[in-house]
């Protein structure tokens, strides 16, 4: 694994504080965020760990069923195994609030959800429920209960497990020998296009290519069979796998296709990572440019969307309350609370608040679309959004 990019000091994206903590000066975990690359299986990955437990807790306060954007996005492809693979049964892992599964009947599907305070929301609707971490006993588990599991899903969870070698054993342990396997997490290509460095952190351990997932992947006799590009968190990738053995589904031109651009993008080439790193740093500067120069005009500053990526963005670039007044979000188990690290503090999203604003900092560039389709009258009475995606700007 060769470095290439420091993201500096960082707290757990996903640990937010309460008064109490800040008032008993309660001690923040930190880690040190470099990214590195292995030239061999060509994965981009953080090169310092933090383990599962301290970060998919009891606390998790991500709910996948917060954007319009996710919930048509899973309502969308429910509906697309169910016409092409009718499958008998499925094992989502990463199950989060439900947002994938409330579409497919109870009867015939299965949750894996480490973080209790999400699995209770699917067991309370009814679905077999796995409060644990994806691994070979809870596979064993699993297969000794459930006959015949012939669809996995998972969708930004694979990327958050460091030993993907155990994740791809288990779901071989558990996959019919004719299932299928889809994953879906964020493209390395559209993360380095769009300069979202932000992409890195604790649980982003890895950010995957075509390229990577295929070494990986061969080492489990699987094989990518098609590839679907999707725009959901700043552009993902959906990969459609299946047994190596399994000869009835032909190879979709797509993986070639994709595979091409990849190459000619230079992913495999530690180059690249070198000339990201760079557009990262200037990336950096700028942006605090942007903030300094507005904050010399005594304008006010909020953010919307207080994501994980903003956590790497405000940290790395020593953005603090001093600078954002408040961020406002959707999200229950933010609301009240503070940011990890910078402790700007999380209001329940309100229209209104919005009016307070000169300026709002976009945490959630990944929903922009959705977003400025929601706060339309804002942009209408002059209201300007900050931007670090794909360069820092005002919009
Ligand atoms: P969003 C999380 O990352 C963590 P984050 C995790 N590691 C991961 O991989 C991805 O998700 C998938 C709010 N919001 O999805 C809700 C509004 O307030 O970009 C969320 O807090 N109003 C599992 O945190 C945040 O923005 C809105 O209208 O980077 C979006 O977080 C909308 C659309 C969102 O993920």
Known sequence: MKKFLDLGIQPLANKYLVKKDLVNNKKEQFYHLEVGFDSKSKLVSIMNTVPSPKMFDNKYPYRSS?????????????????????????????SNDGSLVKNFDKKKTICVEPCKNLAIITKK????TYAEYWNINLANKIKSKHKNIDLIYSANTLSHIANLNSVFKSICHVLSDDGILIIEDPSLMECLKKNAYDQFYNEHIYVFSLVAIQNLIKKFNLEVFNIETLNTHGGSIRYFIKKKSNKKIKISKSVKIYLKKELKFRIDKFKTYIQFKKKVEASKKKLIDIFSKIKKKNKKIIGYGSTAKSVTVLNYCNIDKSTIDYFIDT???????????????????????LKDADYIFLGAWNFKKEIFKKEKKFLQKGGKFISHIPKPCII
């Open 66 to 94: 917060m954007s319009q954007t996710m919930r048509n996005s899973f309502k969308k492809l429910s509906k697309y195994i169910k016409k092409n693979f009718k499958p008998n049964l499925i094992l989502e892992i990463g």
């Open 331 to 353: 999200t229950p188990d933010k609301t009240n609370k503070y940011m990890p690290g910078t402790h700007i503090f999380v209001k329940k999203y309100k229209k209104t608040l």
């Open 125 to 128: 609707r009814g679905y077999k």
